[in-house]
C-alpha cells in the first residue's frame, strides 16, 4: 500500500498545504513526494526518462522529510525537471540513531507543450511542519510556498 495524501484548505494564505499519511515512514515520504509533485504537474503527462537516486541522512526522522522535499524543489528548479514518480525507503542505524533514506524520482526535463504544469512550488517551509506518529500510522503537515 502506497502513502497517501490530502490537500489543506485555510491552512496558510498564498502558500499550499497537504496532510501525509503512511503506514511506515516509506509510504509517508512517498506520499509526501507525490503531494509535491502533484502540485508541481500533473505527473500523467511526465514520462520517467530520467532516474534521479537520492541519498540523505539526518538525526531528526522530521528533518529527513524536509530535506526529501526540498530536494524535490531543488530538482525542479536546477535541473528544470518535473517527476512522474517517486519511491522511498526510509530505515534507521541501530548504530549511530541517524535516519536514512534512499529514494528515486523518476522524471524528464520540463516540456511546456507537453506537460501539465500547474503551481511553481518554491520552498518546503517550517510553518505548522509536523511529522507524528498516531496509532502506528505515520502522518505529516507540510505547507510549502508557490
Not at 503531494?35 to 504537474?41: N, P, S, Y
Request: charge should be negative; aromatic fraction near 10%; charged fraction near 25%.
Amino acid at each position: 500500500m502506497a502513502g497517501s495524501f490530502r490537500y489543506l484548505e485555510d491552512i496558510a494564505f498564498a502558500d499550499a498545504a497537504f496532510e501525509a499519511w503512511g503506514e511506515s515512514l516509506s509510504e509517508l515520504f512517498e506520499g509526501s513526494a507525490r503531494a509535491v509533485i502533484e502540485l508541481m504537474v500533473n505527473p500523467l503527462t511526465v514520462a520517467p526518462t530520467r532516474t534521479y537516486v537520492v541519498e540523505l541522512t539526518h538525526a531528526e526522522v522530521g528533518e529527513l522529510l524536509f530535506d526529501w522535499l526540498s530536494y524535490i524543489v531543488m530538482l525542479k528548479d536546477t535541473d528544470a525537471c518535473v517527476f512522474h514518480t517517486a519511491s522511498a525507503e526510509v530505515s534507521r542505524s541501530h548504530a549511530t540513531s541517524q535516519w536514512s533514506l534512499r529514494g528515486t524520482l523518476d522524471g524528464e526535463p520540463i516540456d511546456h507543450t507537453r506537460h501539465e504544469l500547474r503551481s511553481d512550488v518554491k520552498a518546503v517551509t517550517k510553518h505548522c511542519f509536523e511529522v507524528k506518529q498516531v496509532s502506528g500510522r505515520w502522518i505529516a503537515k507540510v505547507v510549502v510556498d508557490i
